[in-house]
């Protein structure tokens, strides 16, 4: 099982890698100001999203970005795991499901009522995994 813990600003390089194969599986074309601002917000603590990676022998796997927000059904916040990628030579070896895990971890520790996400139909390898972790709703979002 690799090793989870937050995204550092050592690992840009590696996530760049990561977050550019996630834009093309997910066939979306960002400038590259956003990529850097995005990066610059997951290392601040202090602001949302959150970054977490899958590390294994000091090669970052998979990266997970995830936030909490007010809900109108819940007194709770909700958690909503924005982004998960794993490097496609490094799937079915408990990166995914690690990092998962992890956001279920901190959505306990800050009491949200929920953790949702969302993927592609198309998703197929994804949705197995997903499946395995949460249920799925009519609204093709999977909550825990």
């Known amino acids: 099982m690799p090793d989870v813990r937050p995204l550092r600003a050592a ?3 590696q996530w760049q890698q990561l977050w550019n194969g ?3 599986f ?3 074309h960002l ?7 995005t990066f610059a917000r ?8 959150h ?3 899958a ?3 000091g090669r970052v796997l998979g990266f997970v970005h995830y936030l909490f927000h007010p809900s109108t059904w819940s007194l709770q916040e909700i958690c909503y795991l924005e982004d998960l990628f794993v490097d496609p030579a490094a799937r079915g070896h408990g990166a995914g ?3 998962i895990q992890a956001v279920y971890a901190a959505a306990d520790r800050a009491s949200a009522s929920s953790v949702y996400w969302m993927t592609q139909e198309f998703n197929a390898d994804g949705r197995a995994l997903y499946d395995t972790l949460a249920r799925r709703t009519s609204f093709i979002r999977y909550e825990r």
């Not at 400038?31 to 601002?37: D, G, I, Q």
């Not at 997951?42 to 999203?49: C, G």
């Open 55 to 57: 590390e294994e022998g």
């Open 97 to 99: 499901r690690a990092l």
């Open 11 to 13: 690992d840009r390089a």
């Open 26 to 28: 997910y066939r979306q």
């Open 51 to 53: 970054g977490l990676v």
């Open 31 to 37: 400038a590259p100001a956003v990529s850097e601002a």
């Open 22 to 24: 996630y834009l093309r």
């Open 42 to 49: 997951l290392l601040d603590e202090q602001r949302q999203p």
